[in-house]
């Protein structure tokens, strides 16, 4: 008899090697990018393996990234003051959808992926926006 596997979206989209190739791309496209270059030019070398590493803990893989960096208030405070402008956040989704089709990510994950980054994006980008002293009192985070 065969036994049924239950699968997490990280499974579906094949696992880390899969999505790291997706952040690669992403962030070698964000870095020449006219709109994203200006924010992401004093970048970590890391960003794609912290970007894959934060999608592993939202879609169901290995959680390294909450002990080795940090939760979702850490991630909201990585785009402090960025001030992104409805365009820069556009073009954030459009390239990281571009990325997942150059992959061939699974199109099971690619529909929750694509709900995932355009309202979680919404979100980052009007964080954006709120004064440093605000944010950190919001998210708890110690001065
Ligand atoms: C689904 C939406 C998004 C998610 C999940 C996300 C996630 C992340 C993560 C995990 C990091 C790295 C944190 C670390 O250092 O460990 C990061 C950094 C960053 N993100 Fe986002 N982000 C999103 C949207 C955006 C948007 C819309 C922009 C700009 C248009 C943006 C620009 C940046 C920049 C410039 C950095 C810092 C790069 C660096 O210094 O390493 N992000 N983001």
Redesign the pocket.
Known sequence: MTVYQPQTLFDVAGGADRITEMTTAFYEKALVDPL?SP??K???AD?AK??AG?FSVVFGGPKDYLTE?GDLGF?IW??VA?H?TDY??AR?VNLMRQAAAEVNIDQRFLVPFDR??DS??RD??ANSHVPRDELRERLGIMK
Request: no cysteine.
């Open positions: 994203l924010l992401f004093e970048g970590e960003h912290y970007l934060w960096r991630v990585k785009h960025m992104i820069q956040r954030w995932f980054i979680v994006s980052v980008q």
